[in-house]
């Protein structure tokens, strides 16, 4: 998946793999140093196992590319960035997804490998990010958002289930302090989202 | 946070200047942060371990089946009010 020679073609843009057909996602290498990626699963942008397999394949160009400096992700739908992950009513493709370079499930492993990637990744956001989608956002370096437009929040707790992408560690660094001084709740297990213009100001 | 009306120009100011940075001064410096910003990897694989294993059980099939009735995966009531509403699939206290 990820390209052996990562030179660039005669555009100048990087290599020939980023203008491949992606499915759950438009890729716009704008220079040698830009990409925005944005994301376009309708209806909201939900997360499956071939969104899975396109990102890892992504973050395998951005990890390889050398001219590459900064990725912005946002989104083509304006109320859902990304809704949240869905299984398509087949768990067992997601739970088979191949192990990543890092030897993590591919979820964890891009997300590990885009978060230590040699260049800036920059969450753009308008809409709502739950679950999977806001481990994603907590991933990227730097995170800008709506004010009037985020809603970010980890629902699974709620419904059942433990954060599977990592936001119990990604979320406690930084979020604590302004948790603290504007709500008693911890940001799993509240009832209520992350409200716009609290934690979210400190990514 | 930023005024909606002002996102797409401030990300855009940001994403050109950084492209013209030198890649060397940049990625040297992003390790050094990743270093002491980023949790350890080993922090990541229990947890997604007890995400597959709850989703297994009968029970979370059950509300899953029953969120998805009320509008789960489409564009609902349910997806833009889930925080509220995920409670509809728990049982009464």
């Known amino acids: 998946m990820i390209p052996s020679n990562s030179s660039c073609s005669t555009n100048g843009h990087g290599s020939e793999s980023w203008s491949q057909s992606w499915t759950h996602m438009r890729v716009d290498r704008r220079s040698r140093g830009y990409c925005r990626v944005t994301f376009e699963h309708p209806p909201i942008n939900t997360i499956t196992a071939t969104t899975v397999a396109e990102l890892a394949e992504l973050v395998g160009l951005i990890e390889e590319d050398p001219d590459l400096n900064v990725v912005v992700f946002d989104s083509a739908n304006p109320d859902f960035y990304l809704a949240h992950y869905d299984t398509e009513h087949d768990p067992s493709r997601t739970a088979g997804l191949p192990h990543g370079p890092t030897g993590m499930h591919a979820w964890l492993d891009l997300l590990v490998r885009l978060s230590r990637a040699p260049v800036v990744s920059i969450a753009a956001i308008r809409g709502c990010a739950r679950g999977a989608g806001s481990e994603f956002v907590l991933a990227c370096d730097l995170r800008f958002a709506s004010r009037e437009n985020t809603l970010l929040a980890q629902f699974e707790v709620a419904t059942g289930l433990v954060p599977g992408g990592g936001p119990m560690a990604r979320l406690s660094g930084w979020l604590v302090a302004p948790v603290r001084l504007r709500s008693s709740s911890s940001p799993t297990t509240s009832t209520d989202h992350a409200p716009s213009g609290t934690g979210m100001s400190t990514g | ?93």
């Open chain 2, 1 to 93: 946070m930023i005024t909606d009306d002002r996102l797409d120009d401030e990300v855009e100011a940001i994403a050109l200047r950084l492209a013209r940075f030198d890649r060397a001064a940049l990625a040297r410096t992003k390790s050094y942060v990743d270093q002491v910003t980023l949790p350890a990897d080993s922090e990541f694989p229990p947890a997604l371990a007890d995400y597959f294993e709850l989703s297994g059980r009968p029970v979370q099939q059950a509300r899953f089946a029953r969120l998805e009735a009320l509008g789960l995966n489409v564009d609902s009531d349910l997806e833009r009010s889930l925080g509220p509403r995920v409670l509809e699939v728990l049982p009464d206290a």
